[in-house]
């Protein structure tokens, strides 16, 4: 079946300007979470999505970024006032549940570079 | 604090050599733990994981990697190889509840024929 998939792939903002990511999960899947990947380095956790609980935003690294997701499907990630530190690969995973041991599925990325 | 840490950010090998990539986690209890694989414009692919049971776990591509919990480690390993395994591997670990994955730095394959 379908993966993971995040748009646009690419994505090159000024600074200053407010962006949007896409990711689609697995189908089935009730588990959302953004992670951001700076180059070199690893990746950071951001936000989950679980069902209907509330978010975990603990990840999160400022209040110009924020997250949605509609039921257990698409969800977005909204970046205001981008500043150039905010460049990085934005990844998107799924998983079929929080508890347990369920593995998570990545997406391709977003890279964001913000000029 | 819990961590994962991953010493050595590239390591070379020749082609058909064995690999040993290293991972370290700094946590209360056992963590679940993951080994994934991200090529160049690629997404993460899980190569193995470990939740409990046989410390010796058998992933995807050949790889196994083995749990010492007297260590805190869960390294990777590959008895040959292979050019196409150039790459860039990550450990995570799973410390808490809410299914949060914490990475090393990652470590970056390069194979030489």
């Known amino acids: 079946g379908a993966g993971v998939s995040q748009s646009p792939s690419n994505k090159v903002t000024e600074k200053g300007k407010d962006v949007e990511l896409r990711c689609d999960p697995i189908?089935?899947?009730?588990?959302l979470y953004w992670y951001r990947q700076r180059l070199g380095q690893g990746l950071e956790f951001l936000i989950y999505f679980q069902g209907n609980s509330a978010p975990d935003k603990s990840g999160l690294p400022s209040d110009r970024f924020s997250a949605e997701r509609t039921g257990e499907s698409v969800s977005t990630l909204t970046i205001q006032r981008t500043q150039q530190e905010d460049s990085a690969v934005y990844l998107c995973?799924?998983?079929?549940?929080?508890?347990?041991?369920?593995?998570?599925?990545f997406g391709p990325g977003t890279r964001l570079t913000v000029t | 604090a819990q961590s994962v840490t991953q010493p050595d950010i590239h390591i070379t090998v020749s082609e058909g050599a064995s690999l040993e990539l290293r991972c370290n986690y700094s946590y209360g209890a056992t963590p679940y733990l993951f080994w994934y694989v991200q090529s160049p414009g690629q997404g993460l692919q899980l190569l193995l994981k470990?939740?409990?049971?046989?410390?010796l776990v058998q992933g995807i591509k050949g790889f196994e990697a083995e749990f010492k919990r007297s260590q805190s480690s869960f390294n990777l390993r590959k008895p040959s190889v292979h050019w196409s395994d150039a790459a860039e591997y990550f450990c995570?670990?799973?410390?808490?509840?809410?299914?949060?994955?914490?990475f090393g730095a990652g470590t970056i394959l390069r194979v030489k024929s």
């Open positions: 995973a799924s998983s079929l549940a929080t508890v347990g041991a369920y593995e998570q599925y």
């Open positions: 995570a670990g799973r410390m808490e509840y809410g299914n949060k994955l914490v």
């Open positions: 470990y939740f409990s049971g046989d410390t």
């Open positions: 189908s089935g899947h009730t588990a």
